[in-house]
């Protein structure tokens, strides 16, 4: 007998968020149907997401990023069913798999500076790999990483990420991690000059409210890592395969790492997979000898089905020009939300590369504009965000997300194969909810008031 989970799906789809709030995560649920996000989702294909009722939204979240190319991209599905048909021998582990050594070949074409390959399962377990692989390449236990960082919420990536909310309860962390501030060279040249750090682990472009390098930071950083013998560890588990339009992030500002972290969109959004991309003198360090030929692995780890969607990745980025297109209309976005900046108040700053965009908003000058931010900021530090998410999802069916805990930062990540009839549907909802807010500061505090009070009420009721 055979499970078709379409049809279970569908069958339990009206139970979905009683489900979850009895054997899953019941904040998670509480907070989906506060803001008004209980839509059921039922069916996706490429940058859209379809609700029980067949409505047609635009996701600009991507599943943090994983869905680069879409969502269920039909390159990668065949890929995935073309494993499963073909029966092969996967994780022998007494045996090496030939689509490891491809998809580890082709991906080191992108970066020919670097040499071996070692693939996890997901980012943050790509970022506990680069730290141990730091450490035992370089014999000091310090790690440096920047304020604002995320690089996942396992112990050392927790460790390295400057959000308190995320390390909160969960004290005591790895020993030897310094924090200094993103951007600033004094603070790492200080940080380094102990010559006891073995990595300085940082993004090009933050995750977390989408702040980028700026020109010269990452290659001077790289300069002093030379000069005091520190390991670069560029996490590009969000920036890279394409998302900023360029293969990697780093490759706007010419430099080239001892370390890459590659995940997220590697698999086309299917199979967790992650990749540490290394120079071999730093791989040949860890794994030294034969005794030491499983010093540091993991069972599911080079699984073919992650890397068959791997391989399938890399050719549609390839033969579908799809980097290309993130640079092009990554670039549009950009101009027309700066050119939005200029018409209201309310867009403080619009940041980001390719189709990693973040748009900050801040309060505005008149003074009953001032008076609704203070109100808002008041109740809850993020909820600014949130009048302009809610209607953007309830009023134009778009999908997006805030750049994190505490910030005015609305981030925009949607597939990189988005057109230019997306585009326009993005900038027209963008400039009709924000004119709103202008228009109607008493809407968005009534807003924010309901949404704390949802946020307040007792269990039962939620
Ligand atoms: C830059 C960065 N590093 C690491 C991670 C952790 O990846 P994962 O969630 O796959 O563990 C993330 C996830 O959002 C990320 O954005």
């Known amino acids: ?33 506060a803001i008004g996000f209980d839509v059921g989702f039922c069916r996706g294909e490429g940058p859209y997401l379809f609700d029980r009722k067949g409505t047609r939204y635009l996701d600009l979240m991507s599943g943090w990023g994983v869905f680069a190319l879409g969502r269920n991209h039909p390159a990668v599905r065949d890929a995935l069913k073309s494993v499963l048909d073909g029966n092969l021998p996967n994780l022998v582990h007494m045996d090496v798999s030939p689509l490891a050594g491809l998809l580890a070949k082709r991906l080191l074409q992108h970066v020919p500076y670097l040499e071996k390959v070692y693939f ?41 990420i400057g959000d308190e909310t995320f390390r909160t309860g969960f004290a005591p962390f790895l020993a030897d991690c310094v924090e200094v501030p993103f951007n600033d060279l004094h603070a790492l040249d200080r940080a380094l000059a102990t010559r006891q750090v073995g990595a300085f682990v940082v993004e090009p472009i933050q995750g977390k409210g989408v702040h980028v ?31 900023t339009g360029r293969f990697l992030a780093v490759e706007h500002w010419g430099v080239e790492p001892d370390i890459v972290l590659l995940a997220k969109a590697l698999s086309g959004g299917h199979i967790p997979v992650g990749a ?63 050119k939005m900046s200029h018409q209201h108040e309310l867009i403080k700053a619009v940041r980001g590369k390719g189709l990693l965009i973040g748009i900050e908003f801040g309060p505005q000058r008149s003074l009953k504009l001032r008076a609704t931010w203070a109100a808002l900021h008041a109740l ?55 004119l709103e807010a202008h228009r109607g500061p008493a809407t968005a505090l009534t807003l924010g008031k309901t949404l704390i009070e949802h946020a307040i009420r007792p269990r039962a009721t939620a």
């Open 1 to 33: 007998m055979s499970l078709d989970a379409g049809a279970l799906f569908a069958g339990c789809e009206p139970e979905r968020y009683s489900l979850h709030t009895r054997y899953l995560n019941e904040q998670l649920v509480r907070v989906l149907k």
């Open 120 to 160: 996890s399962n997901s980012g943050s377990e790509a970022v506990e790999t680069a730290l141990k692989f730091a450490r035992a390449a370089t014999g000091r236990a310090g790690i440096v990483y920047c304020s604002h960082a995320f690089h996942g919420l396992s112990y050392g990536a927790l460790s390295i």
């Open 213 to 243: 390098a700026a020109d010269g930071y990452l290659q001077d950083a790289l300069t002093l890592c030379r000069k005091y013998g520190t390991l670069f560890i560029a996490d590009e588990i969000q920036t890279g395969l394409g998302r």
């Open 276 to 338: 540490v991309l290394t120079r071999k003198t730093i791989f040949d360090k860890v794994f030294s000898s034969m005794e030491r030929a499983m010093a540091h692995g993991s069972t599911f780890g080079k699984n073919d089905l992650a890397m068959a969607a791997g391989l399938a990745t890399l050719d549609v980025l390839k033969h579908e020009r799809v980097i290309e297109n993130a640079a092009r209309t990554g670039d549009r976005l950009f101009a027309a939300f700066t």
């Open 380 to 434: 809850n530090s993020e909820l600014f965000c949130q009048t302009i998410i809610i209607p953007l999802f309830k009023d134009h069916k778009i999908l997006s997300q805030v750049a994190g805990h505490g910030i005015n930062t609305i981030k925009i990540q949607p597939a990189l194969t988005i057109t230019d009839a997306d585009c326009e549907w993005v900038e027209r909802s963008f400039d009709q909810v924000i």
